[in-house]
């Protein structure tokens, strides 16, 4: 059986979504595809940062969109140049993906992309994720995102206690739906991925420069053994 797992109030994670917001405007990073509302571009980037820094994807990204504009240069786009665009990233077995995504978004839905999760995440290449990042930000939708650097700060945060794939928890999901549910989804969603980029990071988290520290679980058993052996 497996364990019942708990998950903060609703007020506790609106003050943690309220001060990732305020942090997010002063110091979020600018990326092309953050400057866009084309569903299709915002599509194609999420698709890229999947397991890839972004600064190694805005050159290509940019070159991607000079050859394939649009859905349907994309759909017919030659496999060898798709291939060779990709290539900087590592994506060479995302190619097919890429293809296949395009001509079903032609062939089923009239080169549209579509605005529910469900239809989107029937997409080649197109798993939750995506599908929540796309919603949020190109639709303004009250969709989530998780991945493992939610699943991180989440942990840290609430002091919660997860599964080892705890990006597929309930409790976690729940969690982001309603980080997701106020106003501004889409930079809610983009702020919290900054702030696990840049400040609470895998490896020595920046602590002492996080607007979250005073009520993180994590930070205050950081700062009491930094106490204890100062």
């Not at 109030?9 to 943690?16: M, N, P, Q």
């Not at 665009?85 to 579509?114: E, N, T």
């Not at 609470?200 to 607007?211: A, G, N, Y």
Request: aromatic residues 12%.
């Amino acid at each position: 059986m497996k364990p019942e797992y708990m998950i903060p109030s609703r007020e506790e994670i609106v003050i943690f979504r309220k001060k990732i917001l305020a942090w997010f405007r002063k110091y979020g990073r600018t990326y092309p595809w953050r400057q866009e509302k084309d569903p299709y571009r915002i599509l194609i980037a999420e698709m890229m940062l999947r397991r890839t820094k972004a600064d190694q994807v805005v050159p290509v990204y940019e070159r991607f969109l000079k050859e394939f504009p649009d859905i349907e240069a994309l759909a017919e786009a030659d496999p060898e140049k798709l291939e060779k665009i990709l290539y900087p990233l590592g994506l060479k077995w995302r190619v097919r993906d890429f293809k296949l995504m395009a001509r079903m978004l032609r062939d089923k839905y009239g080169s549209r992309i579509p605005d529910e999760r469900k239809e989107l995440v029937s997409l080649p290449g197109v798993g939750e994720y995506v599908a929540g990042a796309v919603l949020s930000i190109a639709y303004g939708k009250n969709e989530w995102i998780v991945d493992s650097n939610i699943v991180r700060i989440f942990k840290r945060y609430f002091g919660i206690e997860t599964s080892k794939e705890g990006r597929r928890d309930k409790h976690v999901i729940e969690i982001a739906r309603i980080y997701a549910s106020g106003k501004d989804p889409g930079r809610a969603n983009m702020g919290i991925l900054d702030i696990t980029a840049l400040i609470c990071k895998p490896r020595k988290p920046v602590c002492e420069k996080c607007p979250l520290r005073a009520r993180c679980h994590y930070a205050s058993f950081y700062f009491r053994n930094l106490s204890d052996t100062g």
